[in-house]
């Protein structure tokens, strides 16, 4: 059973900067996508970005690119959000969540129905 725990969100001025993390645990990192969301007050959960940790391979949503990078430690067993020069409509709650990958999946999924197994999210709030 895979679980999910993300950190490092809280409180930035506009234009800094964020990592959240994302640490699995009960499974092989290897076997899973993990992809990150965010849900703002009053609307509906989007995409940002996914990784399929099999291959390395990144899937982002269009708009997304730029300010949002995902990227792993293996040995920490650990998916990370990097966000910067991070603005006013950033504040929302990121989730991760992870799906265990088909046989030859290339793509991982940035759409929320694709994903089971989520973590609690972590508030982010930019604000000056």
């Known amino acids: 059973q895979v679980q999910l725990v993300e950190s490092g969100g809280g409180l930035v001025q506009p234009g800094g900067s964020l990592r959240l993390s994302c640490a699995v645990s009960?499974?092989?990192?290897?076997?899973?996508?993990v992809a990150w969301f965010r849900q703002a007050p009053g609307k509906e959960r989007e995409g940002i970005n996914c990784?399929?940790?099999?291959?390395?391979?990144?899937n982002s949503i269009e708009s997304m690119k730029g300010r949002f990078t995902v990227s792993r430690d293996s040995a920490q067993n650990t998916v990370y959000l990097q966000i910067n020069n991070l603005k006013a409509e950033d504040t929302a709650i990121y989730y991760c969540?992870?799906?265990?990958?088909?046989?030859?999946?290339?793509?991982?999924?940035?759409?929320?129905?694709?994903?089971?197994?989520w973590g609690q999210g972590t508030q982010v709030t930019v604000s000056s």
């Open positions: 969540a992870a799906d265990l990958l088909g046989t030859y999946q290339v793509l991982c999924a940035t759409a929320a129905f694709a994903y089971n197994s």
């Open positions: 009960g499974v092989t990192l290897e076997d899973y996508s």
């Open positions: 990784i399929n940790l099999r291959i390395d391979r990144v």
